[in-house]
């Protein structure tokens, strides 16, 4: 447990050797776990060591200064710090030897059992989805990349641990589509993939795009699960889009705003959460001779943040559209037309948005949609996606009992385990959340039945 700091540690410190112990007997499951991002520190040296000495001398001083990032701590100054921190990592595992020494040592870290500052031998978890995105090199196909992945995962039994195929939102679409075409033939093969995920840069891709494509993973009888709203710029349009594909589980969903869980969850709304029907907030009122739309331009509409974002995105879209000539562009009139255009547009999609959700067939408007929400403590901290525990969002869902598991993210550079995470769970503010052992049990028990292949069964 050496390499644990931060701010999980720090939490695990506090805690009595019985708390210790009886996060140690908890059943747990990991389900946001990167495999490239998990690579203990110890097979990085020893990647590094087989590193090819033909890479060009700006790769080769990447690595390095990268490793001795990763050996000292690294510090974030936001998420994309993160991805930039990454790009080494996979010139270390850009062959098929190196894919299989740290899959290996991934399943280790997290299946076999270690010993604990207490003495006692424990696994980090109990079961384990882990996720990668296939990638091609010189060295290899992306079809080699997971039949390696596979191999590594299938020396376990299946009540243990499991494969998610990665689509990474830089990709083109021909990648996405061979990505999940790869992760459903694996399964149709038989082997041991269970699900999808979206993940990637937060700043990058078109999620519109992707939709037709993740359609394909349902239908395949495979999980879905998305990174989503992890960045304060991603757009209302980018959650709406993976929303509309109903995954399984959400990771992160840092700011996923209070209009959009209203939406979309079935939760049972807490007091100063209350919402009223989806088609009384698009209308403003509940008298039929007032016309839709008509009390979203007030800023204590529920649903105004989102009217506001898809009106300013079509207003520069009306704008450089427009077929009339810059005589006409210079007028007022020209310039009310195009903002009753973007309002009537924003309209239109909020209450086509609205008549999906409260449609009899939708699994919200049966009180049934309640994605799991995959939450990483440390990693959010870190990166400074959220100012501290106080502020984590993980208090809304809690709070609105809605279904959490508790994950690690990459423990490579966030120097955690999901034992420092849950300890986050039990320590007393300001080092932890200060839940009771009931509902930290509660959260673990979760996080196993959110599991896509359900190990209890």
Known sequence: MSNITGPA????????????????????????????????IETILELAQQYPSASTSAESTEVTDTIEKLRSGVAFNEISDFFALMRAVYALTSTLEAVTTATRAV???FLNPTGISNGAESPQCTYLELRTTPRATTHMTRERYLTTVLDEIEMYPPTQTALIVSVD???????????????????????RVVGVDVCGDPRCGDMQSFTRHLSRVKDAGLGLTVH????????????????????DRLGHATFLSDELKALFFADIPQPGTECGSLSESVMGTTNPHIPAG??????????????????????????????ESKEVKVQTSFWANVERFSERAAIQDIEEMVKQADSPNNARANRQYKPCVEICLSSNLLCKSVASLDAHHVRYYLKNDHPIVICTDDTLPFRTSCLGEYSLLLAQPPLGLGLSRDNVARIARMGMDAAFLRPRD
């Open 169 to 191: 939102r830089r990709m083109t679409d021909m990648d996405v589509e061979e990505c999940i075409s790869l992760a459903i033939e694996m399964k149709n093969r038989g082997r």
């Open 228 to 247: 989503i709203a992890e960045f304060i710029n991603n757009t209302t349009e980018d959650s709406l889009a993976l929303l509309s594909c109903r995954p």
């Open 107 to 109: 399943l280790q870290s």
């Open 9 to 40: 540690a720090a939490a695990l410190a506090s805690l009595s050797p019985d708390n210790v112990i009886f996060l140690q007997s908890l059943p747990k499951a990991e389900l946001h776990a990167h495999l490239n991002g998990s690579i203990p």
């Open 294 to 323: 008509q009390g979203l331009g007030d800023p204590s509409h529920p649903l105004h943040s989102i009217f506001q974002n898809l009106k300013e995105d079509y207003f520069p879209r009306f704008v450089s559209n427009g077929t």
